[in-house]
């Protein structure tokens, strides 16, 4: 046993002579060993001492720790790639060591992540935080960052960004910075695990305001590109410029993808558009992002959907491309946060922030003159402290945060120091003066705010609103925005709640308030009207407003009540009646005309000169007044009644004919004879049918006609037992023939069929984008075609519905199914995918 022990002392000798008082080891593989002396040097010539360790040593000299203390890969052993030997071994190795940083230099194969977690959405997601808390009591021990490099090529290149950010420290390019805040959340929610209230809606935008307030903009000579600020702003414009060089650091909150982040018009900037990208200026950012799996590193682990033209993922080609960044700062899956805020006198302030958005906003705040790694290790555990995260939750919130914490990761040289900037507080933020018909009530109708300088104005409706012209729901929308302006004003078009942000180059001031349309009386009412002898007339006046009307001049008899004109006529002729209608102190007048006449007899049914009609029709009529009615044709009787509203049978018409009638009124003893009206009866449709065979799918199409115009009603037999309905029906057959029918109805009835043979022989449709259906239904759920339905799916068709691939498809993409591609699809195969319930 002492044999032993003396073996192991005299190892951890060689490897770590000066480990003692030693400041960073460096983990890499052999295959990397003279790129990894380059690095020590570097951080040597920092006053960083700096040791190699490589995992083949490690491999040989220790034995793996424990499983880490939290759900996952020890209980689900999926990834075959993965050598979680070798990361327990590499957690037990740094139990002995003595340092601050620990540079792990290599891509997921070389070293791999400490662990898999397994937290709140069910999929593992990598974390190399065990690295940094090797005792797995959550609090980091070490500073750690990951260079991703798999070849020598990529380590050069990641070797000349560090050593160009050295050699640029002097040069004041680190005070250049870029803030870009995108709308996140479409619609308020709260949940076991965050709440998105409504000034949150747009949380990207939030994260900007609340490092704008800390003193930010003050202290970084900031570009700002927000989502609302579209026409004014292009995002993709002002990342190009920040990854091409000059700038030391850029700030990204919105949606995310292994391979990309959000930006203008809900696109994506992917890696491909950095790969387009010369560096045109000396020194590449810091990049931080809470952008779902912006930080994801082990595609040589996980089966990472990336599409084909995407030249990598998007944090390690940030540091192996030319252009980019130095370093990345993100989450490995999925990512969320939560802000808080105060509302006084209707001025809203950003009252603080958890989970991913904090850990990035701490970082920053420790980054000036500090290393890359101990701002981020600073950061993580004020986090840690603050949000009370907890080894093992007891609720699905402590579960989220546990997440977030554990995806937090450093992609990059954790040794890299950045500049020291001077943190100023903010100045004053620009000041509202609230309108007097707006404190303390509803702003109605036009509301003018002024400024104490120029600003950018915008407002946005907080009220959850359908609207039926655009057919959907609105929550957080920006409904209008001004540029360079001291006095703006604002019409609502909704009754609600809004946020006024008005913004002055470095500072925003947001305002709530509460207002509401105001309309002037406006009324419309036929302004000539027919009426009778004897019967009462109602004319009804439509008002914008809640009004009410009054007579000013009319024939005996006439009055206004609820908004209607009522009069019985006691003699005709031509009569005038002025009315006026007030509301909320405003009146408009009104004049209609009214012509009354004697009888008036008028066909109810059938209309005059309609074709189409049944074989048995109902012949009506009505009067001014009662009297007692004969109807005739050609001078044969057909029937008889009595009344205002009288109708008779006739039966036994002939298909296609003419028929007049006419009725003669008998009205105490005047008899009044209507005028001759005719109809025709229908004409028998003929049926006929065209179809398209596209593999097991056959398209039918009826061509049937009808010489009445009718609309025609369609029953299929496909003559495989099954039928169909609809006159433009698609169904899918097994191979072999098929004698379908089709028999057409008319609206009154009559019916004919026609029959025909189909041939149909299997084929499976292949499609641009690769995708398979699974299940045989005909829709196409696998979309990246990698032979099954998982969350890779979900994100590729989340991120590319609207490109051709898939809009030139929507036969096999329709999962909702409404005849078009839109985020609703998205839903129902997330549903199907999620809890296996299919909706189409």
Known sequence: MRVSVIVLLAILLVLFPRTACGKEVIITSEKLINQAEEL????????????????????????????????????????????YTLARKVISFLRSV???????????????????????????????????????????????????????????????????????????????????GMRIYAAPFSSDKATIDDYEVWQGETAVKLLEDLGFTESFYSEIALGSDQEWTSIKQTLDEAFSGGYGLVFHVGHGVPYALDSDDGGMYTTRYMNMLDKSRPLLPVVLSSGCSAAAFDDEIRDIYLPSWAPGLWSEFLLTNDAGGVAFIGFTGTAGSDYQFAEKNGYVEVAGVM?????????????????????????????????????NPSTKKEEWMLRIYLEAELIGDPVLQYPAVEWNQPRTHPKIDIPPNCIDTVCKGKTTFNFDRTVSAKVFYLEHRYLPDKGYSIFGELVDKAKDVREYTFDPPYEGKYLLRVFDGKLESWLAFYASPIDELEISYPHNVTAHVGELLEVKINANLDAECSIISAPDGVSCENM??????AESGIFR??????????????????????????????????????????????????????????????????????????????????YEWMVKANCNGTVYNSNTWWFRTSFRPAADFRFEVNGSSVHFISTSTDADGQQLTCIWEFGDGTQGNGCDTTHNFEAGNYTVTLTVTDETGLSSSISKVVTVTKNETELPAGSKDLDGDGLYEDINGDGRLDFNDIACFQWHFNEPQFQDYVEYYDFKPDGV????????LYVYWKWGIKRW
Request: glycine share 8%.
């Open 821 to 828: 591609i839109n985020t609703r699809d998205v839903l129902e």
């Open 355 to 391: 989970h991913a958005d904090n850990i990035l906003i701490k970082t920053i705040q420790h980054l000036p003159g500090n290393r890359i790694g101990d701002a981020f290790k600073a950061a993580l555990e004020e986090v840690l402290e603050d949000e009370g995260i907890r080894l």
């Open 98 to 180: 003595n340092a601050s940083h620990i540079t792990i230099f290599g891509d997921a194969d070389v070293v791999p992540p400490s662990y898999y977690a397994k937290l709140v959405y069910g999929e593992l997601f990598p974390t190399d935080f065990f690295y940094a808390s090797p005792d797995y009591d959550l609090k980091p021990d070490f500073a750690v960052g990951r260079i991703p490099v798999s070849n020598v090529d990529e380590a050069e290149k990641v070797l000349n960004k560090v050593k160009e950010w050295i050699s640029e420290f002097n040069s004041g390019n680190y005070r250049n910075a870029v803030l870009v």
């Open 564 to 569: 209607t004109i009522k009069w019985i006529p």
């Open 40 to 83: 020590k040097q570097i951080h040597e010539n920092l006053g960083v001492k700096s040791e190699i360790v490589t995992v083949e040593q490690i491999w040989r000299d220790y034995s793996a720790a424990e499983d880490p203390p939290v759900e996952g890969y020890s209980t689900e052993q999926v990834y075959e790639k993965y050598n």
């Open 577 to 658: 009646i002025i009315f006026t209608v007030s509301a909320n102190n405003d009146s408009v007048q009104g004049e209609i005309e009214v012509k009354v006449e004697g009888m008036n007899i008028t066909a109810i049914s059938p209309q005059n000169g309609s074709t189409g009609q049944p074989l048995d029709v109902e012949l009506c009529v009505s009067l001014s007044r009662s009297c007692s009615v004969e109807f005739y044709s050609s001078g044969n009787l057909i029937g008889y009644g009595e009344g205002k509203n009288v109708c008779v049978e006739w039966s036994g018409l002939d298909e296609g004919r003419k």
